[in-house]
């Protein structure tokens, strides 16, 4: 990661694949750790409060684990059915349920992007909400995505790029959002540190997604 004046280390902090693949679109060098945390929400915690704290959180149980001046970035991504947060399924019988909720229905998904700076404790933070529209699949088609695992580790049972149960039908907003890491949104936060990444970011993310994306303008002119 570099900045007009040196060079400092970029750490992600998350375990997700589907983050580094998304992170590695910057053309950026980074490393990894991956802490552990109490993601319980708080009684009456909203969802755009309850992301915003929880990646907050990531970051801090992070710096113990990184090199005195790296910069730690992490992510938490919370899919919330207005202010009821859908977490990771506990089993299969939650996501069942899960999918079930949102079958067919608009939802919403927030991922809170954290940036750290160890060097001297400086945080900038940046929210990105993306509407989803879910298709009217079957029981049938639920039930053979949950044998499949996918749905385990995904909050609200489903990934947006699964190929074969393809849950979405429409979205309002950033699909990489979606997915875990809103790439704009991150660039957007990454020249609050005069950091600027070195490859064409929307260009990357429509072809690796295979979409045509709506927002990105408005995404990286905002302050």
Request: with cysteine; glycine share 6%.
């Amino acid at each position: 990661m570099s900045t007009p004046s040196n060079r400092r280390t970029l750490v992600l902090a998350s375990g997700s694949p589907r983050r580094r693949e998304l992170l590695r679109l910057l053309g950026f060098e980074f490393e990894r750790v991956v802490g552990t945390i109490d993601e319980t929400p708080q009684p009456d915690e909203l969802p755009d409060a309850y992301t915003l704290r929880v990646s907050l959180e990531k970051a801090y149980d992070s710096v113990e684990m990184v090199i005195n001046g790296a910069v730690i970035l992490t992510a938490d991504t919370t899919v919330a059915d207005g202010n009821t947060i859908l977490g990771k399924p506990e089993n299969d019988a939650h996501a069942e349920a899960m999918l079930k909720q949102l079958r067919n229905r608009t939802h919403q998904v927030y991922t809170a992007i954290t940036l750290l700076d160890t060097a001297d404790n400086r945080v900038e933070q940046i929210l990105a909400i993306t509407q989803v529209t879910m298709r009217d699949y079957s029981d049938t088609e639920i039930a053979h995505y949950i044998a499949s695992g996918d749905p385990k580790d995904k909050a609200g049972s489903y990934a947006i790029q699964n190929g074969n149960f393809r849950p979405v039908t429409r979205i309002k907003g950033c699909y990489a959002n979606v997915m875990g890491l809103p790439l704009c949104h991150l660039v957007v936060c990454l020249r609050r540190f005069g950091v600027e990444p070195h490859t064409d970011i929307p260009a990357g993310c429509q072809r690796v997604n295979q979409i045509e994306c709506p927002v990105y303008e408005d995404v990286l002119g905002m302050q």
